[in-house]
């Protein structure tokens, strides 16, 4: 069968099973290589709902104590 063969680079220089498997996963590994960004965004984004949510609670007490 020859497998060994087959998987050795070919006249571009590339092995074929690699160049599948990249084609076949390329969104995975885009989602892999670009882990630290997405943990960034998601980092900010809750930085950003917690600070609005410290205002709100701000915003309450201040109203509760104008109302006493």
Known sequence: MK???KAAPGATGEGVYG???LEM???TVGYL???GAEDARDFATAEKVRKQREASMSKVESWQKAKL
Request: net charge neutral; no cysteine.
């Open 25 to 27: 996963y390329r969104e």
């Open 3 to 5: 497998l060994v063969a």
């Open 19 to 21: 160049v599948l498997k």
């Open 33 to 35: 290589e670009s882990w």
